[in-house]
């Protein structure tokens, strides 16, 4: 979809890479408020990049990694586009992992070229393959075990006993504000 911005035609793109169904939730939302065309990953291939000014890239977090983040790397960076990319998860916002888990997926250089954005999700254990439920189970165990926990981590010890969604639009608002300003 093109966008009219002060006379000039910006066409935008979202990307996403979904398991569970809560970055795909977004990618969709995030597509009906910036109207524009919102495919999967398995789709994008059919596409010319080159042809976006911004693509925005969605995906969730697997154990501290970012879901085909080789990919976005290798097949959006080298455009040299306007680059977006929100990450989908179940902790807090405001918890360190976060951060971290952001950081370390990419490079200094990649920070200063990449407007990354965090988005609350939950988890949905029904719709997790074994692999990850097995994960889930051993990463419960872990908090379970671990002597000394703080507030934050008691509180997600006991969250994630179970499937939740705190998946909500007003989570993308500063994307949002970010996206509508470019």
Excluded: H
């Amino acid at each position: 979809m093109t966008v009219q911005k002060e006379g000039v035609q910006v066409k935008q793109i979202i990307i996403y890479k979904s398991r569970t169904g809560f970055t795909k939730r977004y990618a969709k939302w995030l597509a009906d408020s910036l109207k524009c065309e919102c495919i999967s990953i398995e789709e994008a291939s059919r596409i010319g990049l080159s042809d976006y000014d911004v693509i925005i890239f969605g995906s969730s977090f697997r154990a501290g990694t970012i879901e085909e983040i080789k990919w976005y790397k290798e097949k959006v960076l080298p455009f040299g586009k306007i680059n977006v990319v929100f990450v989908t998860g179940a902790m807090s916002p405001t918890s360190p992992e976060v951060v971290k888990s952001l950081e370390q997926n990419f490079t200094r250089q990649e920070r200063r070229e990449i407007r990354t954005f965090y988005l609350q999700s939950g988890l949905n254990y029904e719709a997790m393959n074994l692999k990850d439920k097995l994960m889930m189970k051993m990463f419960r165990s872990m908090l379970k075990s671990k002597k000394t926990k703080t507030e934050e981590e008691r509180a997600f010890a006991d969250l994630v006993q179970k499937s939740f969604d705190y998946s909500d639009p007003a989570n993308m608002e500063p994307m949002l504000n970010y996206l509508q300003g470019l």
